[in-house]
Each structure stands twice: as C-alpha cells, then as structure tokens.
C-alpha cells in the first residue's frame, strides 16, 4: 500500500474514532504528512490529555470542564502557530494568513548544444523568406547566408515563475518572466515579461482570465516547452499562432473548469498585435507630398522628382489605423476518455486511456505588413509586427499591406500505457485588403510602381502527427514526428517538410530534470514570392544605383534548402 493510501485509512479510522467516542469529540488534531507519511497530530500535548481523562473518570473534573479546556488548548495553540510558512516542493512555496495568500518561486533553464550541417543551396542562394531566421535591423530583410556547419551552445530557456492566489485559492496569479536568447539571436537577451494575468475560478463554469498569457487556441502551442517531446517545437506549429504574429497576446478569456467539465470552452478577446503591444502601435505612412518620396531619417534612396525636396521625410506619425480592431478566439475541446491534458507524451503511463480532440478559430484583423513595395526597410511603421511575423516563419507575407487574417485549427491526442499520438491540422485565409498584384519595385516610396508581383499570395495550410512511447516507463521515451507546411497556396516549390527523432531521458521520473537529444531534418522550398526579395531580376537600369537590395531577387537561383540538426538539451525546473 502506498504512502497515501495508508494515509487515507489512517485518517478514515480517526474519525470513526472520534464518532464513536464521547470523550475525544471536542478533541481534535489534524493530518500532517511528514518524512512520505501521513500523521494524525493532536491539537493537545498527549500528557496533559492523559491527565485530564483520568481526571474525568475519577470525576475530579467534569466532561463540560475537560470540554472547555480541549478548546482552550486548541485556540491557544491555533493563536500561538506562526502566521506564515515556508516549504519545498517543485518549488519555493509560502503562505502567509492561514492561506489566504500563497506563492510559489520556480525556475527553470535549459542550456543546449546544436549541431547543423546545411547543402550548398545555403551558400549560395541562402534563405530569402527569412524562415526560421531573422536578418536586418529595421525590418528589411535580407536572405539568410550561411555556410555548411554551424557548432553553437546557447541557454535556451531561463525562466522565473511566481504563482498562486490571493485572497483564496480561486483567485490565482501567474507570473513569467524570461531572459533568454534564441538559437539564432543576433543580439543578447533580455529580461522581458512573458506572462502576467489573474485568473478567477470561483465559479467552474465561468472561469475568468485577464492579463497577458498563451491564447487558447492550438494544442501545440498550448503547451509548454517544458513539457515537451523534442527539443524544438516543429516550423509548422510556430507559424500558425492565432495572431500569426506570437503565441502571448494581452486580453480577456472566460472558460470553464477542464478539471470539472468532459467538454470546456474557450472565448477570448485579445489585441491581437503580440505581448506588450497594442493596436496603437500600428501606423500607416503617408507621402509628405503627393507624388514625393519619405520615410527616411534624412533624404530618400532616389533621384528627387520635380518640385520635391531632398530632405522630405516621414517618420510614420501621419497617421494611425485600425486601432479599433481586436483578435477573437473560439476554442472547444472535448474529452473522450480521461483526461490527457496539454503535455505531449505519456509521462504518467495511465493506467486506463486517455483522449482528447478540440478545433478552434482565431480572426485577427488589419494586420500591416507594411507598404507593399519592394522597399519596405525605408518605411519604419509596424516595426514590432514586421518583427514578429518574420520571426515565426511568416516573413514573405511582408510587403502585402493590410491583410485579414482566419485561422482554423483541429487537434487529437491519445495516451495509454507509455504511448502518445498527438496531431494537428490547421488551415490561415489570408485576406489582402489592397486590391490588385503586390508591387515588387517602385521609382520611389509611393510610386509609381514599375514591377508587379506574378500573383497574389495565397492561404496557408500546416499539418503534424508526432507519437511517443516509454521503454522505462516515466524514465525513458523514445518520439518521432513529421509535419508539412504550405506557406502559399498558390505558389509551388516552396513546401516546408520536417522529420524529427528524438531519445529523452527524465532522470527524476517527471519533465523537471530531463536530457533530450533530439535529431531534425528540414527541407524548405525556396519557390513563391517574397516580396523585394524574389525573382524576376529587374533589367539592367530598370532601377537607380543598380537595383538596391530591395529589389534583386537573392533567390534567383532558388533551390531546395535542406538542414540536419542534432541538439542536446538538457533542462532543469526547480
């Protein structure tokens, strides 16, 4: 019999006890566990008890005396214990109040070590959707260059928690602070919030949740890193956030309890714009002057046109638009058997299966990818949303203007005995609010355009399954995954495909103290067009100074880029 087992019969016994005994029915104490084991203390020193019962048969005292003393004994000593307690269990926890205040401080970090072999296609044409990395300053984005090894170590996750309730234990806080650097950072990291909410669970149908926190939208993303298969989350599951800007976003959600409900709801509101931004954030440039280029900090990269002045500029504050459009999301997931929760793989080897499917839709609106001209880095509006999306892998919908963006998303998992299978589909409509071809190269910002692009981007579609199985249950697992992603539906040659091995090993039985090593290979297709970055090569002359990098196609001679990755993780959560 477990621990917690005879706990249970210890305790079911003591009540019986004090049931069945007039004596001990203002006498009382309470469960403690202590050294793995459950306890029943008494509120009164045994003792002093002793005394007093042998005093009551020997009638010195009577039972309404020893009554009133037993309670004496126990306000005293409820008066006397100390207001606030500390401990350690995954975690530093105080409580302070009689628990009407509780906090708990984790960390965790994750320090790794990636081995890259990529083909020549790297070399030479390099990576002009600028997916998975991110090259340029101010949001004119170069092709990723590179050669055919990399060796790197970075620390890929330092995270600070603090959680737990105030006022009781239905109004919950989470806190999640990060200062980490991404495998492909070209600056340091920096502390910067990741979560900051309160939740209200008072009522278990209508939870309330309001801060900045993860969207309840994609099971993948859902779901935290430290609970993961492989080291990596798969290309295709970063690129189809809700927002398709970042997995956080700033607003409101009401649910239901899952703990409670076989089915639970999500409905949520958010800016839609990534964490810590809003829509206020976003601008559209204007021309100074009708006709005269800007939006440089002095000049312009062209010849000025007649009647206008060098020195025109636009530093995006002329005006600022959709600022009354927010993100709205619909998630339902429903539990068929159990309750398989959001970790991947099968860490508690259950006993009796467990299976989960949910969909969800996400509309964000009035996204501004920027002007669409080829020179998008002269015009500094957006720079936090250009960021984002090219940093997810959504980097060749820059240069589209305003677009829409629907989101659709289906997700399945099943675990039993050691064995997981989790999947995901999802499907973008992308909506461009700008009528007619994108313009690919301009005489100056604004126009007149002099080259268009072949056609319009298309939708989106991704698509995973992943499946895992423990040798040793709760020590070692072994995963496999594959996903396929379309990042235009009306272009070819451009399909992202992912296949990824993975041994892990959880040293203390749970995803707290983990080495994973996990191996990938990536295939990306360099067809369809980014704009300012993509064939065809305007003609000699075509442009001022030689055609400035905005407008040559660096994937000219586009091929397909392939990567085999090996990387060693090794995660700890304290």
Same mark, same amino acid.
């Given at each position: 019999?477990?621990?917690?087992?005879?706990?249970?019969?210890?305790?079911?016994?003591?009540?019986?006890?004090?049931?069945?005994?007039?004596?001990?029915?203002?006498?009382?104490?309470?469960?403690?566990?202590?050294?793995?084991?459950?306890?029943?203390?008494?509120?009164?020193?045994?003792?002093?008890?002793? @005394?007093?019962?042998?005093?009551?048969?020997?009638?010195?005292?009577?039972?309404?005396?020893?009554?009133?003393?037993?309670?004496?004994?126990?306000?005293?000593?409820?008066?006397?214990?100390?207001?606030?307690?500390?401990?350690?269990?995954?975690?530093?926890?105080?409580?302070?109040?009689?628990?009407?205040?509780?906090?708990?401080?984790?960390?965790?970090?994750?320090?790794?070590?990636?081995?890259?072999?990529?083909?020549?296609?790297?070399?030479?044409?390099?990576?002009?959707?600028?997916?998975?990395?991110?090259?340029? &300053?101010?949001?004119?984005?170069?092709?990723?260059?590179?050669?055919?090894?990399?060796?790197?170590?970075?620390?890929?996750?330092?995270?600070?928690?603090?959680?737990?309730?105030?006022?009781?234990?239905?109004?919950?806080?989470?806190?999640?602070?990060?200062?980490e650097t991404a495998e492909n950072a070209q600056a340091p990291g920096a502390?910067?919030?990741?979560?900051?909410?309160?939740?209200?669970?008072? %009522?278990?149908?209508?939870?309330?949740?309001?801060?900045?926190?993860?969207?309840?939208?994609?099971?993948?993303?859902?779901?935290?890193?430290?609970?993961?298969?492989?080291?990596?989350?798969? @290309?295709?599951?970063?690129?189809?956030?809700?927002?398709?800007?970042?997995?956080?976003?700033?607003?409101?959600? %009401?649910?239901?309890?899952?703990?409670?409900?076989?089915?639970?709801?999500?409905?949520?509101?958010?800016?839609?714009?990534?964490?810590?931004?809003?829509?206020?954030?976003? !601008?559209?440039?204007?021309?100074?002057?009708?006709?005269?280029?800007?939006?440089?900090?002095?000049?312009?990269?062209?010849?000025?046109?007649?009647?206008?002045?060098?020195?025109?500029?636009?530093?995006?504050?002329?005006?600022?638009?959709?600022?009354?459009?927010?993100?709205?999301?619909?998630?339902?997931?429903?539990?068929?058997?159990?309750?398989?929760?959001?970790?991947?793989?099968?860490?508690?080897?259950?006993?009796?299966?467990?299976m989960v499917i949910g969909g969800a839709y996400a509309y964000n609106p009035?996204?501004?990818?920027?002007?669409?001209?080829?020179?998008?880095?002269?015009?500094?509006?957006?720079?936090?949303?250009?960021?984002? @999306?090219?940093?997810?892998?959504?980097?060749?919908?820059?240069?589209?203007?305003?677009?829409?963006?629907?989101?659709?998303?289906?997700?399945?998992?099943?675990?039993?005995?050691?064995?997981? @299978?989790?999947?995901?589909?999802? !499907?973008?409509?992308?909506?461009?609010?700008?009528?007619?071809?994108?313009?690919?190269?301009?005489?100056?910002?604004?126009?007149?355009?002099?080259?268009?692009?072949?056609?319009?981007?298309?939708?989106?579609?991704?698509?995973? &399954?992943?499946?895992?199985?423990?040798?040793?249950?709760?020590?070692?697992? &072994?995963?496999?995954?594959?996903?396929?992603?379309d990042p235009d539906t009306r272009s070819g040659g451009d399909l992202i495909?992912?296949?990824?091995?993975?041994?892990?090993?959880?040293?203390?039985?749970?995803?707290?103290?983990? %080495?994973?090593?996990?191996?990938?290979?990536?295939?990306?297709?360099?067809?369809?067009?980014?704009?300012?970055?993509?064939?065809?090569?305007?003609?000699?002359?075509?442009?001022?100074?030689?055609?400035?990098?905005?407008?040559?196609?660096?994937?000219?001679?586009?091929?397909?880029? %392939?990567?085999?990755?090996?990387? &060693?993780?090794?995660?700890?959560?304290?």
């Open positions: 019999m477990s621990h917690r087992a005879r706990g249970f019969v210890v305790g079911v016994l003591i009540l019986l006890g004090l049931w069945m005994s007039p004596v001990w029915a203002a006498d009382t104490g309470k469960l403690v566990e202590k050294d793995g084991r459950y306890v029943f203390v008494e509120s009164m020193d045994p003792a002093t008890k002793l @005394l007093l019962q042998r005093a009551v048969k020997q009638g010195t005292i009577t039972q309404d005396e020893y009554d009133h003393v037993v309670k004496e004994s126990q306000d005293r000593t409820y008066l006397l214990q100390p207001s606030f307690k500390a401990w350690y269990d995954r975690g530093f926890n105080f409580s302070m109040n009689d628990n009407d205040f509780f906090l708990k401080i984790r960390g965790r970090f994750a320090t790794r070590f990636t081995q890259r072999y990529r083909n020549d296609a790297y070399r030479e044409s390099g990576d002009s959707k600028n997916f998975p990395e991110l090259l340029g &300053v101010f949001g004119d984005y170069r092709a990723a260059r590179s050669g055919e090894e990399a060796s790197t170590f970075n620390l890929r996750t330092a995270r600070i928690y603090f959680m737990g309730h105030l006022f009781n234990p239905d109004f919950k806080y989470y806190i999640q602070l990060a200062g502390l910067s919030v990741f979560d900051m909410n309160v939740t209200s669970t008072h %009522i278990p149908w209508l939870n309330v949740q309001v801060g900045q926190y993860k969207v309840y939208f994609s099971r993948s993303q859902i779901n935290s890193t430290a609970s993961m298969q492989f080291a990596n989350r798969a @290309l295709a599951m970063d690129a189809f956030t809700a927002n398709g800007l970042n997995r956080r976003d700033v607003g409101i959600t %009401i649910m239901n309890d899952e703990e409670v409900y076989p089915v639970t709801y999500y409905l949520g509101v958010f800016n839609g714009a990534g964490p810590l931004v809003n829509r206020f954030a976003q !601008f559209s440039s204007e021309e100074p002057t009708l006709g005269c280029p800007g939006g440089q900090t002095g000049g312009n990269p062209f010849p000025s046109p007649a009647g206008c002045s060098v020195n025109q500029r636009n530093l995006n504050g002329n005006l600022r638009s959709n600022v009354n459009q927010l993100m709205y999301v619909a998630r339902l997931q429903a539990n068929l058997m159990g309750r398989a929760g959001y970790g991947e793989g099968d860490m508690a080897y259950s006993e009796t299966p467990q009035s996204i501004d990818t920027s002007t669409n001209n080829g020179f998008i880095g002269i015009d500094l509006a957006n720079l936090s949303v250009r960021r984002q @999306l090219a940093a997810l892998g959504n980097g060749r919908m820059l240069g589209q203007g305003v677009v829409d963006f629907s989101t659709w998303t289906l997700d399945y998992a099943f675990k039993y005995r050691g064995f997981s @299978l989790q999947a995901e589909y999802w !499907f973008r409509n992308v909506t461009r609010h700008n009528k007619g071809l994108p313009c690919m190269v301009t005489t100056g910002v604004g126009g007149p355009c002099t080259a268009y692009a072949p056609g319009q981007f298309g939708n989106t579609t991704g698509w995973y &399954v992943q499946s895992g199985y423990y040798l040793i249950p709760r020590k070692v697992e &072994v995963a496999a995954r594959y996903a396929w992603w495909k992912e296949v990824d091995v993975s041994l892990n090993w959880f040293l203390g039985g749970t995803y707290d103290h983990q %080495i994973m090593l996990t191996y990938s290979n990536i295939a990306m297709g360099q067809g369809g067009f980014a704009i300012g970055r993509s064939a065809p090569l305007p003609a000699t002359g075509a442009c001022p100074a030689g055609c400035p990098s905005g407008a040559v196609p660096l994937d000219a001679r586009a091929g397909m880029l %392939i990567e085999n990755a090996v990387r &060693v993780n090794y995660q700890i959560f304290f």
